[in-house]
């Protein structure tokens, strides 16, 4: 078997030439042995910055979840919201006119005694009318008469 230095010599080279074809080669050897620990370190370092990425995608992926679980919450928030405040204006219309017939109730019942009281005053002046009347009639005078005349 020929060694390697034996392959770089060439028929009819002197030994300046062989120590040319050694260095180059020792060169060669540290430039490959170099760009083999750079191309270990650069897969080293993209498989951590991928495992980082994958990471980062998962938590944005949550999130997303998280988010769209709030959106819908807030949806159903904003529903009952709007439903309850329906509900609350329907309440304010009826107690609304609730307060407009106790009102009017209120006005009645007024009314009504005012009438009565006011009734009370007209038959009081009708009924001594009345009593008016029975004395210009006289009725008590005839009797008087009447009994005074039968006492004679």
């Known amino acids: 078997m020929t060694s390697p230095n034996e392959l770089y010599k060439a028929p009819g080279t002197n030994s300046g030439e062989t120590q040319i074809c050694d260095l180059s080669e020792r060169k060669i ?3 490959l042995r ?3 620990e750079i191309k270990d370190n650069t897969e080293k370092e993209f498989r951590i910055l991928s495992d980082k990425f ?11 979840a998280a988010i769209l679980e709030l959106k819908n919450a807030t949806d ?5 919201s709007e439903s309850l405040n329906s509900r609350i204006d329907q309440a304010e219309e009826r107690i609304s006119e609730l307060a407009d017939r106790l009102f009017e109730n ?12 006011n009734e009370a005053c007209l038959q009081d002046p009708e009924n001594s009318l ?15 008469k009447v ?3 039968e006492s004679l």
């Open 34 to 36: 170099t760009l083999k």
């Open 130 to 144: 009345k009593m008016a009347n029975l004395k210009v009639i006289g009725l008590k005078e005839e009797v008087k």
């Open 29 to 31: 050897k540290t430039v």
């Open 76 to 80: 159903t928030v904003k529903n009952a």
């Open 54 to 64: 994958n990471e980062e995608t998962e938590i944005t992926e949550k999130n997303q």
């Open 147 to 149: 009994i005074g005349v």
């Open 106 to 117: 209120t006005q009645l019942k007024e009314t009504k005694k005012r009438i009565k009281k």
